[in-house]
C-alpha cells in the first residue's frame, strides 16, 4: 500500500499534485512518500508484535538524509555498510549504538569508525574478517560485538545479481563451517560473540525460502545460544515489493483482490510466517529490510522530450536516463510508467520508454502500452524508492537527480540537483598539458 494516486485526472503523493513538484523542481526529480515509508515500517513493526524486535533500515536502499531521519524518528536502527553510510546515519542526527555493520569487505578505517561510535554489532562475513576486528578493536583498547553471517544455501528464486543465500554467493561462512568460526571468534581477546545473521536475497515474493532458511538456521542458533550465549539472531532484508501493479497496488482492494496463492508478499504474512518459527528462541530479533521500506514509497518524475514514431516502433524519449535509475539497465526491472495527468480520452500509444544516455540499455521499457504523450508532458516512473537515487551516477555528464519528501500537504526538496559546478569541483587538468 502507498499514497500515490490520481486524484481527478492528476497524480497525487499524499494531497501534493506531483505536477506541481515537477514545475517547480524540474525532472528527473524522485518523489518520497513520508506516510507510506512510515506505513510499511509500522506494519511491518506490528507484524512482529509478540518479539523483541529491531528494525534496522539497510539504508544503501535510499541514504538521502531526510529518509534517514524519518526512519530514525520512528524508531529504526541501521543496517550499514560502508563508513560512508556511517557518517550519514550521524549526519541525519541518528545514532549508530543500535546499528548494525554489514558488507564483506569493511577496511581497518572503517571498523575503527565504527567501534568509536559504539555500532551495535559488526556483520562477519569471514575468518580473515574477524581476524581484522580483533586486531582494530585491541588497538582501540575495546572489544568488537560480532555476529557471523550463516549461508544457509537456500534459493530465494530472485534475480541472479541479488540472490546472496546460496553457496556459491561470496556472502556468508557456509553453515557447515560456521560451528569453527565461532569458535575461533570465541577464542579472540578483543572479539564479543553477540549474535548470528542470515540474509538470502532480494525482492523475495514468498514467504517459503525465508521460512525455509530460518528453519535451517534454527537449531544452530539454539546451540549458539546455549554454547555462547549469544543475543540476537539477525535474520535480514528482502521482503519484496509490487513492480508489476505499482500504482493499483496503493489501494487495499487491489490486495484484496489478488488470489492467496498470488498475493505479494505482505507484513503480516511474513510475521505470521515467522514469528512462531522465531520467538521459541527466546532471543533479540533483527530484521534488516531495505526495498520494502522505501520501494513503494518513491517515484522518479520526467518530463516528455520526444515522441519519436519509428518503422513499426514508437520511442517515447524522456529526461531521465540510466543514470538516475539504473535499475531496468542492471536488473531488467520493471517499473511502472504512469501519466501524471490522466486522460481517458486519449489514444493509445505502444512504445519504448528510453533515456538520451549513448547506450542501447538505456531503456526503461519495451514495447510499453501508454497513453500517447507528447513534448512536455510529464510521466512517473513507480516503485523508484529502493535503489533508485542511491544508485544514480553521473555517466553523460549529467547531475544527480533532485529528491523531494512528501509529508501530507507539504513537500520540500531534500536534495537539490547537482550542478556543472559540483560535478566537476574536483577534477583538474595536470600541469603538464598546460
Ligand atoms: C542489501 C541487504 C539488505 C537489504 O535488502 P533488501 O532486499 O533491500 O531488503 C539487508 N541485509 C544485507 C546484508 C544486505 O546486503
Redesign the pocket.
Known amino acids: 500500500m502507498h499514497h500515490f494516486r490520481h486524484i481527478g485526472q492528476n497524480l497525487h503523493c499524499e494531497s501534493v499534485d506531483l505536477a506541481e513538484v515537477a514545475r517547480l523542481h524540474g525532472t528527473p526529480t524522485y518523489v518520497y512518500s513520508a506516510a507510506t515509508m512510515a506505513g510499511n515500517y509500522t506494519r511491518l513493526a506490528r507484524g512482529l508484535g509478540g518479539l523483541d524486535a529491531q528494525v534496522c533500515y539497510?539504508m544503501?536502499?535510499n541514504s538521502s538524509l531526510a529518509v534517514l531521519r524519518h526512519f530514525a524518528n520512528l524508531g529504526a536502527a541501521f543496517?550499514l555498510?560502508s563508513g560512508g553510510e556511517i557518517r550519514r546515519v550521524l549526519a541525519a542526527g541518528a545514532d549508530v549504538r543500535r546499528s548494525v555493520f554489514?558488507g564483506v569487505g569493511k577496511t581497518e578505517a572503517e571498523i575503527a569508525l565504527a567501534l568509536e561510535h559504539g555500532v551495535f554489532s559488526f556483520?562477519v562475513e569471514s575468518e580473515p574478517e574477524l581476524a581484522r576486528l580483533n586486531h582494530v578493536a585491541g588497538r582501540l583498547g575495546v572489544k568488537a560485538p560480532v555476529a557471523i553471517r550463516v549461508n544457509p544455501d537456500v534459493d530465494a528464486h530472485t534475480h541472479a545479481k541479488?540472490t546472496?543465500g546460496k553457496s556459491d554467493n561470496k556472502f556468508g561462512v557456509p553453515l557447515a563451517r560456521a560451528a569453527a568460526a565461532y569458535a575461533a571468534a570465541a577464542k579472540l581477546p578483543h572479539v564479543s560473540v553477540k549474535g548470528v545473521q542470515m540474509?538470502i536475497g532480494?525482492?523475495l515474493t514468498s514467504v517459503a525460502p525465508f521460512v525455509e532458511a530460518v528453519e535451517k538456521v534454527a537449531p544452530f542458533v539454539a546451540r549458539l545460544k546455549a554454547e555462547f550465549g549469544i543475543a540476537y539472531f539477525s535474520v535480514?532484508?528482502?521482503?519484496g515489493i509490487v513492480y508489476q501493479d505499482a500504482l493499483a497496488s496503493g489501494a487495499q482492494e487491489w490486495w484484496d483482490a489478488q488470489p492467496s496463492d498470488k498475493r505479494p508478499i505482505t507484513p503480516e504474512a511474513y510475521g505470521a510466517a515467522l514469528v512462531p518459527l522465531l520467538k521459541p528462541l527466546g532471543l533479540k530479533i533483527l530484521l534488516?529490510?531495505?526495498?520494502?521500506l522505501v520501494g513503494n514509497a518513491g517515484v522518479l518524475l520526467t518530463r516528455v522530450e520526444h515522441l519519436k514514431r519509428g518503422e513499426g516502433k514508437n520511442f517515447l524519449i524522456v529526461d531521465a536516463a540510466m543514470n538516475d535509475l539504473v535499475r531496468p539497465a542492471m536488473y531488467d526491472s520493471y517499473h511502472e510508467i504512469v501519466p501524471l495527468h490522466r486522460d481517458t480520452t486519449r489514444a493509445a500509444l505502444t512504445a519504448d520508454v528510453v533515456g538520451p544516455v549513448c547506450e542501447s540499455g538505456d531503456c526503461f521499457a519495451h514495447g510499453r502500452q501508454l497513453q500517447e504523450a507528447g513534448e512536455g508532458e510529464y510521466l512517473a516512473l513507480m516503485s523508484a524508492g529502493?535503489y533508485g537515487a542511491a544508485m544514480a551516477s553521473r555517466y553523460n555528464t549529467r547531475p544527480l537527480p533532485a529528491e523531494v519528501m512528501v509529508s501530507g500537504g507539504a513537500f520540500e526538496l531534500v536534495n537539490a540537483r547537482e550542478t556543472f559546478e559540483q560535478m566537476t569541483a574536483n577534477e583538474k587538468v595536470p600541469a603538464f598539458l598546460k
Not at 535480514?236 to 521482503?239: F, L, V, W, Y
Not at 534488516?288 to 520494502?292: D, I, L, Q, T, V
Open positions: 539497510a544503501k536502499a543496517d555498510v554489514a556483520h541479488i546472496t540474509h532480494s525482492q535480514g532484508g528482502g521482503i534488516e529490510p531495505g526495498r520494502f529502493a
